[in-house]
């Protein structure tokens, strides 16, 4: 199995009905499987969801199966896009709001669309940023609004960004953290710091966007869907 995410041509010539998911931040959470699958299916308008909970600032969520929970990370780390594409098939990403009824947590489903339905679809790309070379591209990338999402990591460094761009389809840490910090540096922390993972992939046409990030905090995980598209300058 491979990662698909070229819409058809048609897709890529109307505006896409989820553009509202492109490069916001998603708080993960999980649900179960069957869950997941009644609320598709039309039968349920909330998700029972499984600890922990972490509460969306946007109103905006990927809900992954509770089978994958924060697996998701090793997944990501592995390098394993088949299991990512999975999560991607059977997951959902959500327009919602976090409710509590007695002891149960629940989601309140707005609206919602399978990830890999929207990425088919044409989601477009949050920014396109030209790349003159290496080190303006990592200087852009990470002054991005959108992909401030840590207070101690970024989304690309020199060594991941490298990989982004050296292969067809990358699925694997973009960023970690250097082994020394100066002072009041960004990553500087006392704490360990998580490193962001992401999925790329290089289109026809030479360009290369970037599908899927995914950034850890204190146990809270955030995913951007298309946060960038790497174009050549000139």
Same mark, same amino acid.
């Given at each position: 199995m491979h990662l698909v995410a070229h819409p058809s041509k048609a897709a890529a010539n109307a505006p896409s009905p989820h553009e509202h998911f492109s490069g916001v931040p998603l708080s993960v959470v999980f649900a179960s499987g069957e869950a997941i699958s009644a609320v598709l299916r039309g039968h349920a308008e909330t998700l029972p969801l499984s600890p922990p909970y972490h509460v969306s600032d946007e109103d905006a969520y990927l809900v992954l199966p509770e089978d994958i929970g924060s697996e998701i990370v090793d997944i990501l780390r592995d390098g394993d896009a088949d299991l990512l594409a999975e999560a991607l098939r059977d997951g959902l990403l959500v327009i919602g709001t976090i409710e509590r009824e007695s002891r149960a947590v629940l989601l309140v489903v707005e609206s919602f669309v399978v990830p890999a339905k929207a990425l088919a679809d044409g989601l477009p790309y949050a920014e396109t940023v030209a790349l *003159?070379?290496?080190e303006s591209g990592l200087a852009a990338l990470n002054a991005l609004d959108h992909v401030q999402i840590t207070v101690c990591s970024a989304l690309v460094d020199e060594e991941g960004l490298t990989e982004v761009l050296s292969n067809a389809?990358? %699925?694997g840490p973009s960023w970690q953290a250097p082994e020394r910090l100066a002072p009041g540096a960004r990553g500087a922390s006392n704490a360990a710091v998580?490193?962001? /993972? %992401?999925?790329? !992939? !290089?289109?026809r046409d030479g360009r290369v966007g970037?599908? $899927? *990030? $995914? /950034?850890?905090?204190?146990?809270? $995980? %955030? %995913?951007l869907l298309r946060p960038a598209l790497l174009a050549p300058a000139g």
């Amino acid at each position: 199995m491979h990662l698909v995410a070229h819409p058809s041509k048609a897709a890529a010539n109307a505006p896409s009905p989820h553009e509202h998911f492109s490069g916001v931040p998603l708080s993960v959470v999980f649900a179960s499987g069957e869950a997941i699958s009644a609320v598709l299916r039309g039968h349920a308008e909330t998700l029972p969801l499984s600890p922990p909970y972490h509460v969306s600032d946007e109103d905006a969520y990927l809900v992954l199966p509770e089978d994958i929970g924060s697996e998701i990370v090793d997944i990501l780390r592995d390098g394993d896009a088949d299991l990512l594409a999975e999560a991607l098939r059977d997951g959902l990403l959500v327009i919602g709001t976090i409710e509590r009824e007695s002891r149960a947590v629940l989601l309140v489903v707005e609206s919602f669309v399978v990830p890999a339905k929207a990425l088919a679809d044409g989601l477009p790309y949050a920014e396109t940023v030209a790349l *003159a070379n290496l080190e303006s591209g990592l200087a852009a990338l990470n002054a991005l609004d959108h992909v401030q999402i840590t207070v101690c990591s970024a989304l690309v460094d020199e060594e991941g960004l490298t990989e982004v761009l050296s292969n067809a389809d990358y %699925v694997g840490p973009s960023w970690q953290a250097p082994e020394r910090l100066a002072p009041g540096a960004r990553g500087a922390s006392n704490a360990a710091v998580e490193p962001t /993972f %992401v999925w790329s !992939r !290089r289109q026809r046409d030479g360009r290369v966007g970037i599908e $899927l *990030a $995914l /950034f850890s905090e204190y146990e809270e $995980l %955030v %995913v951007l869907l298309r946060p960038a598209l790497l174009a050549p300058a000139g």
